[in-house]
């Protein structure tokens, strides 16, 4: 009796240690499950993300189309994500377009008949109005917020300021692609100015930037292989013309430089 009383804390220290030993290699072996689960979890979400690096986006984009055009109201009228006020909208400028063009309105005289529409209507009303309910009636007072006018104004002035900068970096001769495709561009706004007048080029960019953003957020997964094909031929053409033509002609800079030395 005495034998066993004196080896039993003994053996219930060994226990213990056993015990300690296999806990510790049971949570080890789930912490390297765990961080192989982990590692599997980063490999599957890495994954997708380097094959969507790889995928061709059409001017270089990252976002959807619809937060690229600002993701506000505007940008839910050009995508027609509220169809009532893009089916608005484009009645009205078609509305405008037809005025002016077809029926041939000018500017001024279409001001002045819709004021005295207008002014007719009003003075009509109000004096029916008196003569019924013995009171004028009340007109709203109409005034024009000013925020709203600075912060057009204001953004209006960040962009001429940025394309006045990239006409003077240009004029400067620092840059010849973007030169030539200066010229291109208003080459082509030229030749089309020729055949239309003002209105009918500003009425036909104004209902493409209402449908060509929809077309292309339903059908990218097609015209995006279409553009990366078109991108690298014109890539391989630009070479061959910067090689014989773009790489013989002497830069400003270069000009500068030998007059230096």
Sequence with gaps: MAEEHSESPIESVMDK???????????SSSSSDSDSDSEKKKKATESPSSVKEKIFRL??????????????????????????????????????????????????TLVCHTLILSLALLFLWSN?????????????????????????????????????????????????KKFLMVIAG????SILGSGCNFLTLFYTAFVL????????????????????????EIKKQYAVFDAKVLSKIPTTAAALKAKKF
């Design 128 to 176: 029916a109005h008196t003569f019924i309910h013995k009171s004028p009636p009340k007109i709203p007072e109409i005034h024009l917020p000013e925020e709203p006018v600075l912060q057009a104004a204001a953004g209006l002035a960040v962009e001429i300021n940025q394309v006045l900068a990239l006409l003077r970096n240009i004029a400067l001769g620092k840059d010849l």
């Design 209 to 232: 930037l209402h449908t060509v953003p929809l077309i292309y957020e339903k059908y990218e997964h097609k015209i995006d292989p279409l553009a990366e094909k078109a991108t690298i």
């Design 186 to 189: 208003l080459w082509l706004m």
């Design 59 to 108: 001017f270089g984009r990252e976002r959807p189309v619809h937060h690229v055009l600002g993701g506000g109201k505007a940008a839910d009228v050009m995508l027609w994500r509220n169809k009532k006020s893009t089916g608005i909208i484009l009645g009205g400028a078609t509305l405008i377009w037809v005025l002016f063009e077809l029926v041939e309105y000018h500017l001024l």
């Design 17 to 27: 240690i056993s015990e300690k030993i296999h806990s510790h290699d049971s949570s």
